[in-house]
């Protein structure tokens, strides 16, 4: 069976065109459900199997979101079985996956992102580099991997910039003013000593030290580095200034399908749980809006 794992790996990755985070997720789900199984002795993979699995996920205190995204992974997994004529019949037709806990997206307040895009020193090259990362990050929404898959080619002269996002799909995302003018004082200032650190050069706009394309998981490290410097209490990753931008964007009043567009999200659905508003601004536009809303001695 690993034969046929393998297959639909290469299928997940050159027809799905998957990312590599759901191919490695995928992958690892099937294999989880192929070992239990093995463990159990079963010799036909039927509906009440993988009922006995979704019951033993349970039993292992598994998050509900996660026993979504493995019955979706076995879902892909035996139609791909089925149509190549493996299996004569899905297992998984019937199952239904528990529905996913919807918590509001982690997202900063304006002086809070304030303070951390004026945290780099920008007396140093990793500096003004870094405060153009945070720039780019909150000013566009773009997906980390997004992030450091730029190369300098792609920041032309206007504010546009085109990006390759999930399932190979290409969007373009709008630069600020603030982040137009970071991105020019790196590429004078920062990037040349970078690139200066390696003999093999890139294209690549974000350098590391060693003047190689910078990872995400660098970049990761490098906005926590900066989150620690401005707070002790903030818990934040760099998928929350993606979480930051589209709030912004919507509490300012931006449409929701213009977010959605920029965000790159194929749903609305998906990009409506950044409606939320915080308590402050809805007690503000109600005390603007409703005519009863404020106090006698306010109105006199």
């Given at each position: 069976?690993?034969?046929?794992?393998?297959?639909?790996?290469?299928?997940?990755?050159?027809?799905?065109?998957?990312?590599?985070?759901?191919?490695?997720?995928?992958?690892?789900d099937?294999l989880?459900?192929?070992?239990?199984a093995?463990?159990?002795?079963v010799?036909?993979?039927?509906y009440?199997?993988?009922?006995?699995?979704?019951?033993?996920?349970q039993?292992?205190?598994?998050?509900?979101?996660?026993?979504?995204?493995?019955?979706?992974?076995?879902?892909?997994?035996f139609?791909?079985?089925?149509r190549?004529g493996?299996i004569?019949?899905?297992?998984?037709?019937?199952?239904?996956?528990?529905?996913?806990e919807?918590?509001?997206?982690?997202f900063?307040?304006?002086?809070?992102?304030?303070?951390?895009?004026?945290?780099?020193d920008?007396?140093?090259?990793?500096?003004?580099?870094?405060?153009a990362?945070?720039?780019?990050?909150?000013?566009?929404?773009l997906?980390?991997?997004?992030?450091?898959?730029?190369?300098?080619?792609?920041?032309?002269?206007?504010d546009?910039?085109?990006?390759?996002?999930?399932g190979?799909?290409?969007?373009i995302?709008?630069?600020?003013?603030?982040?137009?003018?970071?991105?020019?004082?790196?590429?004078?200032?920062g990037?040349?000593?970078?690139?200066?650190?390696?003999?093999?050069?890139?294209?690549?706009?974000?350098?590391?030290?060693r003047?190689?394309?910078?990872?995400?998981?660098?970049?990761?490290?490098?906005?926590?580095?900066y989150?620690?410097?401005?707070?002790?209490s903030?818990?934040?990753?760099?998928?929350?200034?993606?979480?930051?931008?589209?709030?912004?964007?919507?509490?300012g009043?931006?449409?929701?399908?213009?977010?959605?567009?920029?965000?790159?999200?194929?749903s609305a659905?998906?990009?409506?749980?950044y409606?939320?508003?915080?308590k402050?601004?809805?007690?503000?536009?109600?005390?603007k809006?409703h005519?009863?809303?404020?106090?006698?001695?306010?109105?006199?």
């Amino acid at each position: 069976m690993e034969k046929e794992v393998d297959r639909f790996i290469d299928h997940l990755k050159i027809v799905k065109r998957a990312s590599e985070h759901t191919v490695r997720s995928y992958s690892s789900d099937v294999l989880q459900f192929i070992a239990f199984a093995r463990e159990a002795d079963v010799e036909q993979w039927d509906y009440p199997v993988i009922r006995r699995f979704l019951a033993h996920l349970q039993r292992q205190g598994c998050a509900r979101s996660s026993v979504a995204r493995k019955i979706a992974a076995l879902r892909e997994f035996f139609r791909f079985l089925v149509r190549k004529g493996i299996i004569q019949e899905d297992p998984t037709v019937g199952v239904v996956a528990p529905r996913r806990e919807r918590k509001l997206p982690k997202f900063l307040g304006s002086n809070q992102i304030e303070m951390l895009l004026q945290a780099p020193d920008l007396t140093t090259p990793i500096g003004l580099r870094d405060r153009a990362i945070l720039e780019v990050l909150y000013a566009t929404g773009l997906r980390v991997s997004e992030l450091v898959s730029l190369d300098v080619e792609d920041i032309g002269q206007s504010d546009e910039i085109r990006t390759i996002g999930k399932g190979s799909k290409e969007r373009i995302v709008l630069l600020g003013r603030a982040a137009r003018e970071a991105i020019a004082d790196y590429i004078a200032k920062g990037r040349n000593e970078l690139a200066a650190e390696t003999k093999s050069p890139t294209d690549a706009l974000f350098l590391n030290y060693r003047g190689t394309r910078l990872t995400a998981r660098s970049v990761g490290r490098i906005v926590d580095h900066y989150v620690q410097s401005v707070s002790d209490s903030l818990k934040i990753s760099p998928h929350t200034l993606r979480h930051t931008f589209a709030t912004h964007m919507l509490s300012g009043g931006a449409d929701l399908r213009a977010v959605q567009e920029l965000l790159g999200h194929t749903s609305a659905a998906t990009t409506q749980i950044y409606t939320h508003v915080t308590k402050e601004r809805l007690k503000e536009v109600y005390d603007k809006a409703h005519p009863r809303a404020k106090s006698e001695e306010s109105n006199q």
